[in-house]
């Protein structure tokens, strides 16, 4: 199995501030990459795919980068709402996520 | 509006059984490849199991294999799960979830999910 490893765990960040998550691969992964944002109670959403391409309605602070084995996730100034949990998937193989980042306010 | 509204879930002894369904609208059910993902008290997502668009293929999660059958009713825009032998690690919240591009496979990203169904695993 492809294993994803998510760091940090945790980021303590002010709004305003600009965020870079990041998600290593156990294997290549091409760009089959995704990202997910998701709140407690309610329904994974998704960000990111293929590695760079922002889903439908996604603003446009949210960009993806990386390719192979290593990924970024990037929020260019963290709104309010973007106090998340978000996770990276490999869909290259049999879908594994990632163990998540938690994006918390300092 | 794109809607997946999941049912069934529930406190089960272990050992029992659990029939998950999920109810889809807003998007031609039948071209899309559907997923389900859980997520355990405290942990992470972790993908269960998913069926292509005809029910030709599908692939499960080690954890659940053997156990959990995924299955679909394309005439009712629906998605199962039917989960036997179950156990307490068993326990989360289950997502119904749409693959983000319509095709024959399985694996792929996700583009609209559920709010989820909690499944409670205890004696």
């Known amino acids: 199995d492809i294993v994803m490893t998510q760091s940090p765990a945790t980021l303590s960040v002010s709004p305003g501030e600009r965020v870079t998550l990041s998600c290593r691969a156990s294997?290549?992964?091409?760009?089959?990459l995704a990202w997910y944002q998701h709140k407690p109670g309610q329904a994974p959403r998704l960000l990111i795919y293929g590695a760079s391409t922002r889903a439908t309605g996604i603003p446009a602070r949210f960009s993806g980068s990386g390719s192979g084995t290593e990924f970024t996730l990037t929020i260019s100034s963290l709104q309010s709402e973007d106090f998340a949990v978000y996770y990276c998937q490999q869909y290259n193989g049999w879908h594994t996520f990632g163990g998540g980042t938690k994006v918390e306010i300092k | 509006e794109v809607q997946l509204v999941e049912s069934g879930g529930g406190l089960v002894q272990p050992g029992r059984s659990l029939r998950l369904s999920c109810a889809a609208s807003?998007?031609?059910?039948?071209?899309?490849?559907m997923n389900w993902v859980r997520q355990a008290p405290g942990k992470g997502l972790e993908w269960v199991s998913g069926i292509n668009w005809n029910s030709g293929s599908m692939g499960y999660a080690d954890s659940v294999r053997g156990r959990f059958t995924m299955s679909r009713d394309n005439a009712k825009n629906s998605l199962y799960l039917q989960m036997n032998s179950l156990r307490p690690e068993d326990t989360a919240v289950y997502y119904c979830a749409k693959a983000g591009t319509s095709g024959i496979l399985i694996i792929g990203y996700m583009d609209v999910w559920g709010k989820g169904t909690t499944v409670t695993v205890s004696s």
């Open positions: 294997q290549s992964l091409g760009s089959n």
């Open positions: 807003g998007f031609t059910f039948d071209d899309y490849t």
